[in-house]
């Protein structure tokens, strides 16, 4: 448990530097969030042009001016953000560049630095293993041999509270990397409904995560934070997920439940079903997102992660400047 806290200690400050000298500078502007809004808080009128909406007229200047004007909205000066973020156990695997926990941690530092400028707020609930151990007519095919059972006093499921200041925020993704990882499956549905209670006032919900749980278990939860909430879902994959390679037998560990199973990878047709299934899951899973009208950003742990997000976000601040009239 010590080695795993310093580990994640000092992937931390790494991402840290990392995020802090290459997103300084590409992203200027009063409002730096990943996604931004017309905004709510009233601001000057205008004369009215064709394609304004109709429901911003500012009745009062039109009838003091005898011409129509729209009244404009700017961003608000204050914004809070929320994080889910799943540490469950299948999240501590990787086979290239990065464990899938690393980019987790790496997605909520730079969440936390793009959104808790000029006053913002942000908050993290942090889910893990259910507690809960595999059954025991199982554990024969377990690494080890069964033990007692071990108590776990920490919940599943950790609130950090949302506050501003970056001190503050540089607190809540401490407490995110030495957040203990249970044993079982975690409950991806359970953690992102957390965001919807209590009832917040509209802001940012970031759901981190593999999305390996059952789409059906997380699907309804997303949609109804995205009724009131803008969302984003970074998905963090491993290209092994994806594809086997060919490597002869290969032993297989199921992390949140210590099962075993061996694969014979040489088989083509084993490995083209893998494919094929893997890419069926992915295609679920971005067809649940998008039906809930979240943002998707994937990150993978064989590719320049920062670079991937600060393509993100400039294709989101493309998309959004290009569908405005104003």
Partial sequence: MEDSTARAEAVLGRLQLLVTRKLDGLLQGDYVGLLPGPGSEAGESREYRPGDDVRRMDWP??????????????????LETWLAVDLSASLEFGTARWLKSDLVLAAATAMA????????????????????????????????????????????????????????????????????????????????????????????????SDFMAP??????????????????????????????????????????????????????????????????????????????GASHLRLRTDTDWLLDMVRFVAAQRHARTRGTTR
Avoid: C
């Fill in 61 to 78: 200047v039109t009838a003091r001016t005898t011409l129509p004007h729209v009244r404009r909205t700017v961003a608000d000066r204050e």
């Fill in 113 to 208: 630095h793009l959104t808790v400028r000029g006053g913002n707020r942000i908050g993290a609930v942090v889910g893990t293993g259910s507690g809960v151990r595999p059954p025991e007519r199982a554990a024969r095919w377990r690494r080890k041999p069964a033990a007692a059972p071990e108590s776990h006093p920490q919940a599943p499921f950790v609130r950090l509270p949302a506050r501003p200041g970056r001190k503050e925020a540089q607190g809540l993704l401490r407490g995110i990397a030495r957040t203990r990882i249970l044993p079982g499956r975690a409950d991806l549905g359970a953690l992102i409904e957390m965001l919807n209670r209590p009832p917040r006032r509209r802001g940012v919900a970031v759901v981190i």
């Fill in 215 to 292: 789409v059906e278990g997380w699907e309804r939860p997303i949609r109804k934070l995205g009724v009131r909430h803008d969302v984003l879902a970074v998905e963090v994959v491993d290209p092994r997920e994806l594809e086997l390679p060919d490597v002869g037998v290969l032993t297989l560990a199921d992390p949140e439940s210590g099962l075993l199973h061996e694969v014979q990878t040489a088989d083509p047709e084993l490995r083209r079903r893998y494919a094929e299934a893997a890419g069926e899951q992915r295609a679920a899973i971005a067809r649940a997102l998008r039906a809930a």
